[in-house]
């Protein structure tokens, strides 16, 4: 089972950028799709932004146009560039590797964004 790491959260004032990072214990070059998730507290956990092995995007609405994920095979290494942040964006970030719209690899720690207003 491939094992995943994010990193980059911190805390930021409202309209700053931060850059996640997602490394993996795996190649990722072979994988159809990864993904972006966040679980602000006390809510579900949302799907932000997915990319597949050929390069296709899709992002949530509310953060459509502010974050961009990409990737890095030769690296292993997932990301997600946000710009743009609201308070709203406040909440754990995790990756994950996706068959179509369901996640199949464990959770792993997370990483904490805060925006400040």
């Known amino acids: 089972q491939v094992q995943l790491v994010e990193s980059g959260g911190g805390l930021v004032q409202a309209g700053g950028s931060l850059r996640l990072s997602c490394t993996t214990s795996?190649?990722?070059?072979?994988?159809?799709?990864m993904a972006w998730y966040r679980q602000a507290a006390g809510k579900q956990r949302e799907l932000v932004a997915t990319?597949?092995?050929?390069?296709?995007?899709n992002y949530a609405d509310s953060v459509k146009g502010r974050f961009t994920i990409s990737k890095d095979n030769a690296k292993n290494t997932l990301y997600l560039q946000m710009n743009s942040l609201k308070v709203e964006d406040t909440a754990v970030y995790y990756c994950?590797?996706?068959?179509?719209?369901?996640?199949?690899?464990?959770w792993g720690q997370g990483t904490q964004v805060t925006v400040s207003s």
């Open positions: 994950s590797i996706q068959s179509g719209y369901i996640p199949v690899s464990d």
């Open positions: 795996g190649g990722i070059s072979r994988i159809n799709t």
């Open positions: 990319i597949t092995s050929g390069g296709r995007t």
